[in-house]
């Protein structure tokens, strides 16, 4: 099993940024994409961003697209998110996933393994 801890979450003010984070522990195995999801209180699990394992296959949700940066550091199994020009809308509980496959997919189907979430919460 793959255990995924998010970390980094927290309240920031509408335009500022923040950075979350992901580690992987566990059994883990090489060449797996990692991405970001997140879901507010009664809405839908929604994509944020993917990354492949060698960073060469980037996806970004056009909400976010252009305030939001996905990075993977493989040495340290973590993937990060770092979030500029933060909206109101941006507050919901983040998580990380992992696919055992090498693609991205927008589709929660495709991911084998989720952490905790990690709660984002934006003011104005």
């Known amino acids: 099993q793959v255990q995924l801890v998010e970390s980094g979450g927290g309240l920031v003010q509408a335009g500022g940024s923040l950075s979350v984070s992901c580690a992987a522990s566990?059994?883990?195995?090489?060449?797996?994409?990692m991405a970001w999801f997140r879901q507010a209180p009664g809405k839908e699990r929604e994509f944020v961003a993917a990354?492949?394992?060698?960073?060469?296959?980037?996806d970004y949700a056009d909400s976010v697209k252009g305030r939001f940066t996905i990075s993977r550091d493989n040495a340290k199994n973590t993937v990060y998110l770092h979030m500029n020009s933060l909206k109101p809308e941006d507050t919901a509980v983040y998580y990380c996933?992992?696919?055992?496959?090498?693609?991205?997919?927008?589709?929660?189907?495709?991911?084998?393994?989720w952490g905790q979430g990690t709660q984002v919460t934006v003011s104005s």
């Open positions: 566990g059994r883990t195995f090489g060449r797996y994409a």
């Open positions: 990354i492949t394992w060698s960073g060469g296959g980037i």
């Open positions: 996933a992992v696919s055992r496959t090498y693609g991205i997919s927008r589709s929660t189907i495709q991911y084998d393994y």
